[in-house]
């Protein structure tokens, strides 16, 4: 079962051919941070339009790489949402196209549905499992006792932990995307400022981040006030223990509460080395079966839309040409 993977839901154009949901035979990735690096963030505008501008030849290099025709496809996986919609457009219109041209099945894919069977291009996914999704839009735990099937356990009330990242890395003035390099600031820090752990109900499965991000706003204000210096370092070291300290404490109680012995980790975040680390020794611990994707497979890519794809083509989850993009589609 031969996927054409197709991802534009931010900032990220991507295409990807893969061989039954597990056998990348592609992986294009036409990256924008470099556009939006100078505004702090992405800008939707400027996002959509650089995806029209790049789709065609991003397509036409995942199915070159692959050495594929579109003819031996058997399904066109696409990002229907949640995202910028001026950005799902351009994916979808894409898919609809060669989907029509071709007359081959197009195929809807959430995009944290994604996210979490990129683990499945590692090794097959093992049911039931409690998925742990740390995007830039999402901090969810979602309880999965087959495919398709999801139940939440938990999700952020406020920020979601990527945004939380990208907010304290601006604070810190050290560039942007911040996650990537608040991570990379912190293994060079300690953690040596007091900052809170936000746990909201301890038996419960909610997040909240912006509490966190506050603290840290404050403490450089007063700071800078008294005229003292901050460490950066340290400082990203302090945040990011704050924050895997509670992600990885809720998401070992939600495993422990349901019995659930099989662990999966998704999203942007979960290319942040504190936090592979952190779980990885939990995991461990507890006797659980972790499974993190490859660094490329975290953040945004079209593999995972493939993988995602393969498992709703064998359910028959297809669509008719009339597909619109749903910036705000759910899960459940
Ligand atoms: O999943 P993703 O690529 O896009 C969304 O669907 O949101 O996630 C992007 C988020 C950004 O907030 C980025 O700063 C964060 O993931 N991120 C990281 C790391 N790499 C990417 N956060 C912390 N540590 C990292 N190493
Ligand atoms: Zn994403």
């Not at 035979?25 to 100078?38: E, G, K, P, T």
């Not at 735990?141 to 945004?163: C, H, P, Q, S």
């Not at 839309?305 to 009339?322: E, M, P």
């Amino acid at each position: 079962m031969l996927i054409l993977g197709i991802e534009s839901s931010c900032d990220e154009t991507a295409a990807s051919v893969a061989r039954d949901g597990c056998e990348v035979l592609s992986n294009v990735v036409a990256s924008q941070a470099d556009i939006h690096r100078q505004f702090g963030g992405v800008v939707p505008e400027v996002a959509s339009r650089y995806h029209v501008e790049v789709i065609t030849a991003v397509i036409d290099e995942a199915m070159r790489e692959a050495g594929v025709a579109f003819s031996d496809l058997d399904g066109i996986a696409v990002t229907q949402g949640p995202g910028l919609v001026g950005s799902l457009i351009v994916g979808l219109q894409a898919a609809q196209a060669i989907s029509f041209v071709h007359n081959i099945p197009l195929i809807p894919v959430h995009h944290i549905a994604g996210h979490i069977y990129a683990n499945a291009l590692e090794a097959p996914m093992t049911f039931p499992l409690i998925a742990l999704v740390v995007s830039g839009g999402h901090t969810e735990l979602i309880l999965m006792k087959a495919d398709n099937e999801f139940e939440y356990l938990g999700r952020t009330l406020d920020d979601a932990v990527g945004e939380a990242y990208d907010k304290v890395a601006r604070i810190l003035e050290i560039g942007y995307p911040g996650g990537p390099l608040i991570d990379k600031l912190a293994t060079t820090g300690c953690d040596t400022y007091s900052l809170p752990r936000i746990w909201l109900d301890k038996n419960g499965f909610d997040f909240s981040f912006s509490g966190l991000k506050s603290a840290v706003i404050n403490l450089t204000h007063n700071a800078k006030q008294r005229g003292e210096l901050i460490d950066p370092a340290n400082l990203a070291a302090s945040f990011q223990a704050s924050v895997v300290e509670v992600l990885v404490g809720k998401t070992m109680r939600a495993l422990e509460k349901y019995g659930v012995e099989n662990l999966v980790v998704a999203g942007g975040v979960a290319a942040n080395s504190g936090l592979r680390g952190a779980l990885e020794a939990a995991a461990k611990e507890k006797g659980i079966h972790l499974m993190i994707p490859a660094f490329k497979y975290c953040t945004d890519n079209a593999a995972m839309i493939a993988a995602a794809g393969a498992v709703n083509l064998r359910q028959q989850k297809t669509s008719d040409l009339a597909l619109d993009a749903k910036p705000n589609l759910k899960l459940v």
